[in-house]
């Protein structure tokens, strides 16, 4: 997680950084700067975003949601979605390809 908070501090793109994959479970560690976004993309499967450090909006063609620190997120699936940081951010996306 260090090594995502420290590139995070230059990165004008988002930083992610594989932490676990096994058994059809991914943890991938995010970073985002204020201002830096995911572009939109979709859900190939379960996952859940749990914010670490900082605050990001969820935003999909419907709505925008903002979460902070230790707030978590179920992702629907096949939803185009972008995630932009409204502070510097980490987040930790949990994805369940068994589902």
Partial sequence: ML???????KSDVPV???IHDANGTKILAIGL????SLAKHKAPCKARLLVIKGEVDFNTEEESMRFACYE???IPMNVTHSVE???DAICLL???ENS
């Fill in 33 to 36: 700067r204020r201002g830096v």
């Fill in 72 to 74: 978590s997120y179920d």
């Fill in 85 to 87: 940081a409204w502070d």
């Fill in 94 to 96: 949990f994805l369940n």
């Fill in 16 to 18: 992610v950084k594989k």
């Fill in 3 to 9: 090594e995502v908070a420290e590139k995070l501090k």
